[in-house]
């Protein structure tokens, strides 16, 4: 029946059952990945940001949650500010490589 | 001279023959298939290039004295140099006037292959040969050259600082092999020929040792065939191993630069990581280990196998592992090129072993809209993303700009396309072509005549990977020098001191060093840090490197703050925002960019 609206679906996040295998591998290839403070000087300075919504603290976000990081990183330019701003001092380029690298689209 | 045997021919030289056609025979297979998986221009090129009498005698030059005289490793340290050119040198004079022997006293026996090597067995000296005393003479002189050669190798493996290097590079099993052959050669060749100086005769060498055996062992002792084919077998022996075992040893990189420097001066690149010409480049490796101590990353003992020369010994393995983590860390600074004596390019063949790995994430820009640049002058202004990062360059510039009353557009001062140059040196070229695609349209819709950079980075690739027609690409240390020059941009000199550090792109990239120091020097006084200009050592910064983590990098930035100021300077002036944000992380003075500096005596 059509009641002219939708529900939205719901946003909750059931950490039991999404694919984190992807972010434990990454866990293995980049430890610094568990050193964000998720501050958000990456997403500041991102070159990216503005055409994919693409954001390194996102991304990291998005890897713990088992959620899609497909589409932020379609524009990423690999210019490396967000390297160079981290104050934790993550290597976010071989991340995002990682990411690229291992990211399958069947886990989802 | 006669001949002392008539068949002229003795079972011993078998094993020189046996390594001699093995080596050819691997050599001229070798060739061929590097010949064939280079792509069809590239051949053309080649073969053109052979035929081209320029460039014919431009290789026979640079095979003389880079093969034989090794120049650049005379200019680099004198002792390493004469090393290395007595051995190659003196070898190749010994074998050039053995053939020189046998064509003037028995020219029939040309066609054989081993006479020249052994003629001192086969022949025998009359009371007529004063050329060939004169011939023996020179003979014995090249040997003592190779002898005090091999003499002064031996001590560099024991201490190598006295060479001017540091560090060397540890030799694999065969290349052990090859080595101690190697060193037998000579003194074995000195052995068999005194044995049999007194038939054959000799000179200043050979002569007294020949005395010297005869006085302990007696001259009889001497002539008996039992006793001296011996040492001739062994002379034989050493060189067939030594051939035999060529091929897997880093030796092969003597007749493999024969090959790579024709293919070089023909123009031809490297095109795949593992084929053509790359392959020429990998074993044309002498392993020498000049590059350990130059590269940047040394400083961490934990990197000194990740330098070029352990990356060519991988390749040559095919140890897929250590090739990938050894072409990940490189900062690609270029430094191991500059020092190399073969001119093996780390850099690029360490990108084209990036390029070889397969991503399941594409990334695409071609749904990116930028706005083109509102053209206003002549002169497009590129910052890039470092200069974004460092807003102080980028308010510099505009202030220079505007104080000299120059119009231009600032392309991407809200924001833009990288340059693409990151991504490429990751090895992702698709990428990085459909960076430069859209770059290209947003630069040639402005209309400008002149594309102004100030980070080095950007402006390699604008300049040698960007097809810009009619537009002239253009550093700011360039731009500004030449504005200084012409007489509109006026200076006022103060009496800070600065150190200037070449940036690794700006540098031994593009080859730009004398703008920036003209620039400075009317700005400031100038020390030079220890190591410049093609030797300068790189921030550490560079985002060459993909695994390299920030806390691995300190250690070569304090390393390179070190080099630079050894003079004392009160601050340092760089042409980079990349060096300019690494240094001023653990510099104790001030580090500007060099348009600050314009700035501030404007």
Redesign the interface.
Known sequence: MDFGFSLSPSSAIDLDKVDLSLYRRLEQTVP?IRNCIACGSCSA?C?AA??SGMSVRKLILNLQRGADV?KM?????????C????PR???T??LI?D???????EKV | MRERIPSGFDPFVLPFLIGIGFVLLYCALAAMRVLWQCPREDRRRFFLSLITPTTALRNLWDIFANCLIHVKLWRRNKLLGFMHSSIAFGWFMIILLGHLEVFLFVPHRLNLFYYPIFFNYFVAETDTSLRGAFLFFLMDFFLLLILIGIGLAIVKRVRSRLFGMRRTTRPSFLDTVGLYSLWLIFPLRLLAESFTASISGGSFLVKPLNWLLEAVLGSQFLLNPANNLPTWWAYSIVLGVFMVVLPFTRYMHIPTEMMLIPMRNAGLRIRHARRGYALLEVYSCPGCGVCIDACPMSVKKANIKDCTVYLNRQIRRGNERRIEEISDKCLLCGKCTEVCQVGVEGPALRIFQRARRQYAVNPDYAAVNVAPPESVGKVLYFGGCMTALTPSIGRSMESVLGKLGIDYTWMDRDGGICCGRPMLQAGRFPQAAEMVRKNTELIKASGADTLLLSCPICYKMFRDHYKLPGIRVVHHTQYFEELRRSGVLKLSKSDLCYAYHDPCELGRGCGVYEEPRALLGSAAYIVEAEKNRGESICCGGSLGSLSLGFQQREAMTRRALENLTVAGPDAIATACPLCRSTFARYSSIPVRDIAEVVDLSL
């Open positions: 610094d300075t070159m503005d055409y497909k990183l379609s524009c990423c330019m690999l210019c490396g500010k390297t160079m701003v981290c001092g993550i290597n380029r071989k490589l990411v690229c690298r291992y990211y399958s689209d």
